[in-house]
C-alpha cells in the first residue's frame, strides 16, 4: 500500500464503517499493520501467554470465523470487485487496501502471498489449534443467477477446501452456498462430502433473506446432515451494500425451527433492527439476539459467534456476553480474521480505561498485536475481564460444536 493511500485514510476506520473514538481515547498503534516475521520468544515466557492459556486444551481450540483473501491473480476462484481499485470508490479502495494490508500480502501476488502468510502463523499457534477457513458465495438474485456488480468479493469452495487439505492438521473449511441456487441442495450434499464442518452466509452481501421460504429445501437438507450455518446478524459494515434487514437475528428462525443448527455470527452486536414480533419497532439488533438465545426451544440448537465483539464499534456488548455465563456453553469464539490485523479495529486503551482489561497485560498484548492478529485476538479475549468475570474456556474449545460425531 502507497503512502498516499494511507495519508487519505486518515479516516481509516471509515473504510469498515467505523467511527474511531479520538475524541476519547488515542489509538494504540498506528493505522498499519508492520507485518513482522519473527514471532518473540519472550511472548511465550511472559506470564500474560500464561495466562491466556491457562485451563484450555488446544486440540479442542478451532478459529470459527477465518476468511480467506484472494483477488484472481493467481486464481480462477478468487475474485475482487474491481471497484475496490478505482478512486471513483474510495470507501471500497480503502477497504481493500486495509485488507491486503492486515493479510500482509505481496501485492503482485495476492492469492499466493496471502495464503502464505496465514501458512506461516498457524506455525506458532500452539499444537493442535486450527482455523476454519472460509467459502464466500456471490451475490445472487430471487433465481439464484449471479450478480457479479453487487458481489464484493468470492472465494469458491474448491478454493476453501483445497487450501485446508493441504494441511488438514491446521485448517478445517467451510462452505458457503446461496440457498436460492437451483442446485443447492446438490451443492450442500457434496459440500458435506468434501469435509466441510459448516456453511457460512452473509445475508446483506449475498442476497439471502433467511425468512424466505426459498430457504426451506436447503435447510431441510441442512438438518438431515447436521451441518450448522455461520449467518452473519447485526449491520454488516465490512461488505457494504445489500439489505440490511436480511441481518435481523429474528429471521433465522425459520432455519431453527426446522431443525437446524444455527451460529448467529458476532452475536448481532452491532446495529439496530426491527422487533418483528412487535409491530416492528426498531431495537438493537443484540437485544433480538439475546432473546433467541433465551428461548428455551432454540437451547440445543442456537449459538452465538463472538468474532469482532472487540472491535470498537462492537464491544459495548462484552460486559452482557461474558456475564451471562449461562450462554458460555452456546458462545463460539472466532477471530474474523484478518479483521485483527487492522490495525486501528482494536484500543487496547479504551479497554483499560473501562475497567475491561488490566493494564498489566497491554505491552504483552501490543506486541502480539504486531507479530501475530490470530494469537492477539485469542489472548485479547482471554485476557478481558469484567466484574470478576470472564468467558469461559469452552467458549474457545469449539471443535465440539463443528467436528462431526
Not at 495519508?7 to 467511527?19: D, K, Q, R
Not at 468470492?154 to 458457503?176: D, F, K, L, M, T
Not at 431453527?256 to 433492527?273: N, Y
Not at 490495525?343 to 506486541?367: R, Y
Request: glycine share 6%; with cysteine; net charge neutral.
Amino acid at each position: 500500500m502507497n503512502r498516499r493511500q494511507f495519508l487519505l485514510a486518515g479516516g481509516a476506520v471509515m473504510c469498515t464503517g467505523i467511527a474511531f473514538p479520538v475524541s476519547k481515547y488515542l489509538p494504540d498503534t498506528g493505522l498499519t499493520h508492520p507485518c513482522l516475521t519473527t514471532f518473540p520468544t519472550v511472548l511465550t515466557e511472559h506470564p500474560s501467554w500464561q495466562r491466556v492459556w491457562q485451563g484450555i486444551q488446544t486440540d479442542q481450540v478451532w478459529d470459527a470465523h477465518v476468511h480467506l483473501v484472494g483477488v484472481g491473480d493467481h486464481s480462477q476462484e478468487t475474485w475482487f470487485n474491481p471497484a475496490m481499485d478505482e478512486w471513483l470508490h474510495p470507501q471500497l479502495k480503502l477497504q481493500k487496501a486495509f485488507y491486503i494490508n492486515a493479510t500482509c500480502a505481496d501485492e503482485q501476488q495476492i492469492d499466493q502471498s496471502t495464503v502464505e502468510r496465514m501458512d506461516a502463523l498457524t506455525q506458532t499457534l500452539p499444537v493442535g489449534m486450527k482455523l476454519m477457513l472460509f467459502a464466500f458465495d456471490w451475490h445472487r438474485d430471487a433465481q439464484g443467477k449471479v450478480l457479479k456488480q453487487q458481489s464484493i468479493f468470492h472465494i469458491s469452495n474448491h478454493y476453501a477446501a483445497s487450501i485446508a487439505q493441504r494441511n488438514p492438521a491446521r485448517y478445517e473449511w467451510v462452505a458457503s452456498i446461496h440457498p436460492y441456487r437451483p442446485d443447492a441442495v446438490d451443492a450442500l450434499i457434496e459440500a458435506h462430502a468434501q469435509g466441510a464442518k459448516a456453511v457460512k452466509w452473509l445475508p446483506s452481501g449475498m442476497g439471502i433473506d433467511p425468512a424466505s421460504p426459498k430457504c426451506d429445501a436447503f435447510y431441510q437438507q441442512a438438518a438431515r446432515l447436521n451441518i450448522p450455518i455461520i449467518s452473519h446478524t447485526g449491520k454488516e459494515s465490512a461488505v457494504p451494500g445489500g439489505e440490511q434487514a436480511f441481518g435481523n437475528p429474528l429471521k433465522m428462525r425459520r432455519a431453527l425451527d426446522q431443525g437446524v443448527k444455527v451460529i448467529l455470527a458476532h452475536c448481532a452486536s452491532d446495529g439496530m433492527d426491527q422487533d418483528l414480533d412487535h409491530g416492528g419497532i426498531s431495537v438493537r439488533s443484540f437485544e433480538l439476539f439475546a432473546r433467541m438465545m433465551d428461548h428455551p426451544a432454540y437451547a440445543g440448537l442456537l449459538f452465538g459467534d463472538i468474532s469482532a465483539t472487540t472491535l470498537i464499534n462492537h464491544a459495548w456488548v462484552l460486559p452482557t456476553l461474558i456475564a451471562r455465563q449461562d450462554w458460555h456453553p452456546r458462545l463460539v469464539n472466532g477471530s474474523d480474521y484478518p479483521l485483527p490485523g487492522i490495525m486501528p479495529l482494536t484500543n487496547l486503551n479504551t479497554l483499560i480505561a473501562n475497567g475491561w482489561l488490566d493494564a498489566q497485560h497491554k505491552t504483552f498484548l501490543l506486541t502480539l498485536k504486531r507479530h501475530h492478529p490470530l494469537l492477539y485476538d485469542f489472548a485479547l479475549k482471554r485476557l478481558l475481564q469484567i466484574d470478576g468475570q470472564a468467558w469461559l474456556p469452552e467458549v474457545f474449545e469449539t471443535r465440539r460444536v463443528f467436528e462431526r460425531l
